[in-house]
């Protein structure tokens, strides 16, 4: 087990570990509440992640007499890795880039963009289809998906929290009272705060891990590591119209260009110079 793959079990417990700092301000009931809304409602964006995800990219499936070359790549990729053949589509983005989604190997899509056709080479089109491909083997859309769900939860249950001591505990208790109201406001600001920094780390660990499986499937790191530089150099430059919760999905951050993001507080994605590092280490 790789340091990476340990760092996301830890991280999951901390997650756990929430919830139920949470759940102990307020009670069960309000956990359970939580909780249960949002594994339904991850767990049904998780079933349709792979239509969410092309619809967003305006991808469109290609078949093998349409892209040989990159079909070609996929199955020899499958083949070594002993995966099953994903689904091949492809997206007219100019920018550079490439996800993958699907619930299982089984049901898997990898996706690639017009404009990462058209400035990667060979070589390093096959390392960042390794990197997608050893998303779907080391099964990072179903732990991206919990997380999202324990998310969710948490950010549900601080509200259920808040409004229930705004609301509910009106008894006459003076200064009790208001030190609840207090204490719940706080914590629906900081619990979804504290969430989307363990989400996004736990996002950050699974790219590090991608990169080192894809390393080890090619037998050396150095076709993804250029491929990741002029990934990020084209991204700065060539915009891409994509929601925020969608660009957690593609190999390097295709809302890297813009000058003002939010989402820019909360990386998803480590720092590429780093990857980089990472990757020719390994080479």
């Given at each position: 087990?790789?340091?990476?793959t340990?760092?996301?079990?830890?991280l999951?417990?901390?997650?756990?570990?929430?919830?139920?700092?949470?759940?102990?301000f307020?009670g069960?009931t309000?956990?359970?509440?939580g909780?249960?809304?949002?594994?339904?409602?991850v767990g049904?964006?998780y079933?349709?992640?792979?239509k969410?995800?092309?619809?967003?990219?305006?991808a469109?499936?290609?078949?093998?007499q349409?892209a040989p070359?990159?079909?070609?790549?996929v199955?020899d990729l499958?083949?070594?890795?002993?995966q099953p053949m994903p689904r091949v589509y492809?997206?007219?983005?100019?920018?550079p880039?490439?996800?993958?989604?699907g619930?299982?190997p089984?049901?898997a899509v990898v996706?690639?963009?017009?404009?990462?056709?058209?400035?990667l080479d060979t070589e390093?089109i096959?390392g960042?289809?390794?990197h997608?491909?050893?998303?779907?083997?080391?099964r990072?859309?179903?732990?991206?998906s919990?997380a999202?769900a324990?998310a969710?939860?948490?950010?549900?249950?601080?509200?259920l929290?808040m409004w229930?001591a705004m609301f509910?505990?009106?008894?006459g208790g003076?200064?009790?009272?208001?030190g609840?109201v207090v204490?719940?406001?706080?914590l629906?600001?900081?619990?979804p705060?504290?969430?989307a920094v363990?989400?996004m780390?736990?996002?950050?660990?699974r790219?590090?891990e991608?990169d080192?499986?894809a390393a080890l499937?090619?037998?050396?790191g150095e076709?993804l590591?250029?491929?990741?530089?002029?990934?990020e150099a084209s991204?700065?430059?060539?915009p891409?119209?994509?929601?925020?919760a969608?660009a957690?999905?593609y190999?390097?951050?295709?809302l890297t260009?813009?000058?003002?993001q939010?989402?820019?507080?909360?990386?998803?994605?480590?720092?590429?110079?780093?990857r980089?590092?990472?990757l020719r280490?390994t080479?």
């Amino acid at each position: 087990m790789s340091r990476n793959t340990i760092k996301t079990y830890v991280l999951l417990a901390a997650f756990g570990g929430l919830l139920m700092a949470i759940g102990s301000f307020w009670g069960r009931t309000g956990l359970f509440i939580g909780l249960g809304l949002g594994l339904v409602m991850v767990g049904g964006s998780y079933w349709f992640s792979d239509k969410l995800a092309v619809a967003s990219a305006k991808a469109q499936p290609v078949s093998e007499q349409e892209a040989p070359e990159l079909y070609a790549i996929v199955t020899d990729l499958a083949r070594r890795a002993g995966q099953p053949m994903p689904r091949v589509y492809l997206s007219p983005e100019p920018q550079p880039n490439a996800f993958a989604t699907g619930r299982n190997p089984s049901n898997a899509v990898v996706c690639v963009t017009q404009g990462l056709l058209q400035v990667l080479d060979t070589e390093q089109i096959r390392g960042v289809l390794a990197h997608e491909m050893s998303h779907v083997k080391n099964r990072d859309i179903l732990i991206g998906s919990v997380a999202a769900a324990l998310a969710m939860a948490i950010t549900l249950v601080a509200r259920l929290a808040m409004w229930g001591a705004m609301f509910g505990g009106g008894g006459g208790g003076g200064d009790r009272d208001n030190g609840n109201v207090v204490g719940a406001l706080l914590l629906a600001i900081l619990a979804p705060l504290a969430a989307a920094v363990i989400q996004m780390a736990i996002s950050r660990s699974r790219e590090y891990e991608a990169d080192r499986s894809a390393a080890l499937l090619l037998g050396t790191g150095e076709p993804l590591a250029q491929a990741l530089e002029k990934i990020e150099a084209s991204a700065k430059r060539v915009p891409m119209q994509i929601a925020p919760a969608q660009a957690t999905a593609y190999i390097v951050n295709p809302l890297t260009g813009r000058r003002v993001q939010f989402a820019n507080l909360f990386s998803t994605h480590p720092s590429t110079a780093d990857r980089i590092a990472r990757l020719r280490h390994t080479a």
